[in-house]
């Protein structure tokens, strides 16, 4: 079972420090969302997830190559 998309958020924000300002926007909308599956007003949580892993290239390291991994693994 996945993890909720709001408790990566948070992990994702102990790591990364200060996070990109162009993700920024998109992690703060998962630290709303429980899932892929909710909604962030106008945009489904999936997009949320994919416009983050396009702007997060910058993050880097163990922790960052693991939970890409698990966002991208919710995708499928």
């Known amino acids: 079972m996945s993890r909720a998309l709001n408790e990566i958020a948070r992990e994702i924000r102990k790591d990364w420090a200060p996070v990109?300002?162009?993700?920024?926007?998109?992690?703060?909308?998962?630290?709303?969302?429980?899932?892929?599956?909710?909604?962030?007003?106008?945009?489904?949580?999936?997009?949320?997830?994919?416009?983050?892993?396009?702007?997060?290239?910058?993050?880097r390291g163990e922790a960052a190559r693991r939970i890409k991994a698990e966002l991208k693994a919710m995708m499928k």
């Open 20 to 59: 990109n300002f162009a993700a920024k926007p998109y992690l703060e909308a998962m630290g709303q969302l429980q899932s892929i599956d909710d909604a962030y007003y106008y945009d489904s949580g999936k997009s949320v997830v994919l416009y983050f892993l396009s702007n997060a290239s910058s993050w």
